[in-house]
């Protein structure tokens, strides 16, 4: 068996955590070995960068910091294509980032991203789309046994995380999730809560899809006005059909609000961000709804960023105090889109767990230095980024734009595998992120609600 | 006496120049955004920075004549191996301005020429239709009554732009010929070489009309302490803003009722090369000179340069031109940096190597090494390419780049020449405002030519009439 199948077993285990072998640093650098061997005769991105960088074999964990992606290179198409509809062509960008060929992508007739996000999970690339506050999506591929792996790697984090409570369908379940869309969570969180939610009781903040659509339309409105390929009458147009889906969406989240005051004193399942639960709280502490005015058995499950929202410093204490949540009731993870599974929440403390699958490399800010402990012991602190060796679809290396304290071989509550302690993104601290900027001049002559 | 100062306070002093007289008394620092030094500059007294409007400007009814007469004696006094003021400029803007000592040099060796007399009656005619309409009231008869019309001088501020030292002697001549009074605020990327020409000026007239109708300060560019209180009607008539987007749109919150913005926007160049361009490997060989010219001038860093190429042939063709052109980069030019220059921004490396692997789509010419780099498609990319970096997009036909042209497009170089009365209505209905043959966009002599879709004198002037 290799090194890759054995890790990418875990993936199916109730608990990967606890049950990771003791030689696990030695299993996930061979798994490495491995992976870089193959995907570099099929990934011509990943074997441009090694030929560059003058990385043969991985040898140690420090080869693999050289060949790491940003999410930038999943977004890295020129919008061109996209605006000019030519998919044959993002076909072939998305080649160059894949394991698996895409020349077998059908875009006879494909209109939209969406369609040809569509077509692409049709040839078997189930792509799934991220979006930026930059307005241009990314896009992540995956195989069917990605998509398979990973779900079931979810689902048993989140199990991992609350393991007082058992899904019996038994709760009234809020979430934001909407049922469909190209956010690679749709299918994932649809399927956790409706272990848990009583038949007919799965309330969504909205049901309309989430599509890459509408991610991208106002920056693509602002490069074809810029280019004067549109008229003031479809900017109006598109101006009045964002209202109206705000409108729509307001009312939405009123009604669903609502629904949350009326069921409060049932035992819930809320799942949420950070920045929205921040404005849900507010809105039903103005329906005179006090701290803790919730059944005591509900359970949240809470994560993500602010997304830029003003938050208080203490919104964090202020949310989980408001729901009445003890610690063992908040199901939290640490992930990214572009990390199969999850880093779990180690019951009862504040720190995540990191999958077997997943290799953890701490660097310094600027992500050029490994900074791992040499010993496979001890803590380190510095920027996230992590080798999937899970990923199927694509390659797995990937450098983020958090700070995380990881410690390894901390053996935490049992766990077997290296454990993150504390996550920050840096552009919310103080020290700020490097930021690269390049601004094209046309943008300055464009003004109005799709402005930047 | 620059020099002194630098070793005496730790700090590179920066001169003001209030109303002809030389300010030198360093009070306030400030850390150079451009270059990290720390700057001392005078306290600026907020009164002095205005000419009241109950009194007359000092230049306001100097004849036009005598004017002229007193530039072309500064220009005299600008000789640059001659001119310690230039000199100390030169050296110190070397820290902060990214051109390098023998392109800045050359610039500097070229500002006299914007004050030779033939350049200065050439703008001031072109502007006007005559130097006479410059003194006084004119007498007129319309539509049966006369009446009396005065180019009044007016009173403007200038935000200078710092990305090439022309942009004060330029101002500086404009100004003298409108006769109004004129606060020029220095960029933090060029905070010397205005006062190096205004005193120039007062060793040149010590108390001549124009010197006194002249300000230089730097400021912190948005300091609302000061430039809330400044840019007001009731001070001055009109802001004249050179510059980057940020600077533009900051001036334009002060527009008001009697108070008037007029912008020297940032803008991208271009070339557009027909097919005869690409006829025999000599022809693409000259082309690709004359291009680079247009391209690499002031290492790519001004509205002039050159950043997208709209080439009409096929592909092989185009091909082999790209790879000419980055040959013809790569040499040494009067502006423009040969092998040594800059190289593109990180993030726009990281999209050329991306698109590099879509060939061929688009195709990667050159390296980042300083000689210059070319992207070819078929589509402009999304970026605006910089730092010795041109997109060469290829066009079945040159009317179709007309489609690519916008309002912030200013120059562009055409080849063959002979082709521009096919585009240029095009061009000029899309937006651009100066067509050239190519490799003329930074060739051009100042003087007597509209400038952005205006002729900035004119636009200045404030024009009455007696009826």
């Keep these: ?452 | 006496m620059l020099h002194k100062a630098v070793e005496r306070s730790g700090g590179i002093l920066v001169p003001h120049v209030i109303k002809g007289k030389t300010i030198t008394d360093a009070q306030i620092e400030h850390r150079s955004r451009a270059s990290g030094d720390v700057v001392l500059t005078p306290n600026i007294d907020l009164d002095s920075l205005i000419w009241p409007r109950r009194e007359t400007g000092p230049a306001f009814d100097t004849p036009i004549g005598e004017i002229i007469d007193f530039l072309v004696e500064v220009g005299k006094a600008l000789d640059f191996d001659r001119n310690a003021y230039l000199q100390d400029a030169a050296i110190l803007n070397l820290r902060c301005n990214n051109l390098g000592a023998r392109i800045l040099e050359n610039c500097y060796r070229d500002i006299r020429h914007f004050f030779e007399r033939e350049a200065i009656v050439a703008e001031a005619e072109g502007a006007l239709g005559s130097l006479d309409a410059y003194d006084g009231w004119q007498e007129r008869t319309v539509r049966g009554s006369t009446v009396s019309i005065r180019a009044f001088p007016p009173r403007v501020v200038h935000i200078l732009a710092g990305n090439a030292p022309i942009v004060p002697p330029i101002t500086i001549v404009r100004g003298a010929l409108s006769k109004g009074v004129h606060l020029l605020k220095m960029p933090s990327n060029d905070m010397f070489t205005a006062t190096a020409l205004l005193r120039t000026m007062a060793d040149v007239g010590p108390n001549h009309p124009v010197t006194r109708s002249f300000s230089a300060a730097y400021w912190r560019g948005g300091d609302a302490a000061i430039e809330s209180h400044v840019f007001r009607s009731q001070y001055y008539d009109k802001l004249v803003v050179w510059g980057g987007e940020a600077a533009v749109r900051h001036a334009m919150k002060y527009a008001a009722p009697g108070f008037e913005i007029i912008s020297f926007d940032p803008k991208v160049s271009i070339s557009l090369v027909g097919r005869e361009g690409l006829e025999s490997e000599a022809r693409i060989k000259e082309v690709a000179a004359r291009s680079a010219a247009d391209i690499v001038a002031f290492n790519q860093d001004a509205c002039s340069c050159a950043r997208f190429q709209f080439v009409e042939g096929a592909t092989d063709d185009v091909d082999a031109y790209c790879e000419a052109l980055v040959e013809a980069m790569g040499q040494e030019s009067r502006y423009g940096a040969g092998s040594d220059g800059p190289v593109p921004p990180a993030p726009v490396l990281e999209e050329l190597d991306m698109l590099g692997m879509l060939e061929p789509v688009y195709r990667v010419f050159g390296k980042p090494d300083g000689r210059g780099m070319v992207i070819r498609s078929s589509e402009p990319v999304a970026f605006n390419p910089g730092g010795k970096l041109v997109n060469v997009v290829e066009v079945p036909t040159l009317g179709e780049s007309v489609q690519h042209v916008t309002v912030a497009t200013q120059s562009v170089g055409v080849y063959p020449p002979e082709r521009i009365p096919e585009v240029r209505d095009g061009l000029a209905s899309a937006g651009a405002q100066r067509i050239v043959g190519l490799g003329n966009i930074n060739a051009g002599k100042f003087g007597g030519l509209p400038h952005d879709g205006g002729w900035p004198v004119h636009r200045m002037m404030h024009w009455v009439v007696t009826e």
């Excluded at chain 1, 198409?77 to 960008?93: I, L, R, S, T």
């Excluded at chain 1, 939209?112 to 241009?136: M, P, Q």
């Excluded at chain 1, 989240?253 to 069921?263: F, H, S, V």
């Excluded at chain 1, 304290?405 to 053996?411: C, D, H, L, P, Y």
């Design chain 1, 1 to 452: 068996m290799s090194a890759v199948a054995e890790l990418i077993a875990y993936a199916k285990s109730p608990d990967p955590f606890r049950t990771a072998p003791d030689h696990l640093a030695e299993l996930q650098l061979e798994a490495a070995r491995e992976r870089f061997a193959e995907r570099r005769q099929q990934i011509k991105v990943l074997d441009k960068r090694a030929r560059e960088m003058g990385v043969d074999q991985i040898e140690s964990l420090e080869d693999l910091v050289p060949l790491l992606f940003a999410h930038t290179n999943y977004k890295s198409y020129p919008e061109a294509f996209v605006d000019n509809g030519q998919w044959k062509h993002m076909n072939m960008w998305l080649g160059t980032l894949s394991t698996y060929p895409t020349g077998n992508i059908d875009v006879d007739g494909v209109e939209n991203v969406d369609d040809w996000i569509d077509r692409c999970h049709e040839a078997g690339h189930y792509l799934f789309a991220s979006s930026g506050t930059s307005g241009k999506s990314s896009f992540l591929n995956q195989t069917v046994q990605d998509r398979e792996y990973a779900v079931a790697a979810c689902l048993h984090a989140f199990t991992f995380s609350a393991p007082d409570y058992v899904p019996d369908h038994s709760r009234v379940v809020f979430t934001q999730m909407p049922p469909k869309g190209t956010h690679k969570m749709t299918e994932v969180s649809t399927l956790h809560f409706s272990r848990w939610a009583r038949p007919g009781e799965l309330y969504r903040m909205t049901d309309e899809p989430m599509l890459a659509t509408d991610t991208m339309r106002p920056a693509q409105l602002r490069r074809l006005l810029a280019a004067g390929r549109v008229g003031p009458g479809e900017i109006a147009a598109y101006e009045d059909e964002v209202a109206e889906r705000e409108r729509r969406r307001a009312a939405a989240l009123e009604a669903w609000i609502d629904k949350i005051y009326e069921k409060r004193h049932e035992p819930l399942y809320i799942g949420m961000m950070w920045g929205p639960a921040w404005n849900v709280v507010q809105r039903l502490r103005d329906k005179g709804v006090k701290d803790g005015d919730f059944h005591p058995q509900t359970l949240m499950s809470i994560g993500g960023g602010t997304k830029g929202a003003k938050l208080p410093p203490d919104y964090k204490e202020q949310i989980t105090g408001f729901f009445g949540l003890t610690r063992d009731r908040i199901t939290g993870s640490y992930a990214m889109v572009e990390m199969s599974g999850f880093c779990a929440k180690i019951q009862p403390t504040e720190s995540y767990a990191v999958p077997p699958w997943i290799v953890p490399l701490v660097l310094d800010k600027s992500g050029e230095k490994l900074l791992n402990p040499a010993a496979g012991k001890g803590e380190v602190e510095g920027r996230m980024a992590f080798f999937d060796i899970l990923a199927d679809g694509r390659w797995g290396g990937i450098i983020s734009a958090d700070k995380v304290r990881v410690e390894f071989g901390s053996r935490l509550e049992g766990v077997n595998v290296p454990v993150v302690h504390e996550v920050n993104r840096y552009m919310d601290l103080e020290e700020g992120e490097d930021k690269l900027t390049c601004a094209g001049s046309i943008d300055s002559y464009v003004r109005g609600s799709i402005a930047a």
